[in-house]
């Protein structure tokens, strides 16, 4: 067997290996996910905004629309879920001041 074959014949590489294909752009999907996040987390200015996706990014950005698929994603696990409210999170089982049977084991 000969390494001069591919698995399926002789295909042509989709991308020659000098080129590079330019990446994908962001989704309409993304931008409303990054929209959403940007309003839970209080940013109501364009310069609170702008400064947190470019925080987020690691570069200048001058819309939404100028971000990469790719970018979208890692903006978006970086702005990570919207801060909580505090205390509202807590279950009145986390402030029982009387030991339960199991707490008695």
């Keep these: ?17 000098n080129q590079v294909s330019a990446p994908a752009p962001i989704t309409d999907w993304q931008v409303d996910l990054l929209r959403k996040a940007l ?5 109501t200015t364009m310069e609170e905004r702008q400064q947190a996706i470019e925080s987020a990014a690691g570069r200048k950005v001058t ?4 971000l990469a698929h790719d970018e979208g994603m ?3 696990s ?3 879920p919207p801060p909580s ?9 986390d402030d029982r001041e009387e030991d339960t049977w199991i707490d008695r084991l």
């Excluded at 067997?1 to 020659?16: I, N, W």
């Excluded at 309003?39 to 940013?43: I, S, V």
């Excluded at 819309?63 to 100028?66: K, Q, V």
């Design 85 to 93: 409210g505090g205390q509202s999170r807590r279950r009145s089982w």
């Design 74 to 76: 890692q903006v978006l």
């Design 39 to 43: 309003d839970a987390r209080g940013h």
């Design 78 to 80: 970086r702005l990570g």
């Design 1 to 17: 067997m000969t390494d001069d074959l591919s698995l399926f014949g002789a295909d042509e590489p989709a991308v020659p290996p």
């Design 63 to 66: 819309s939404l629309r100028s």
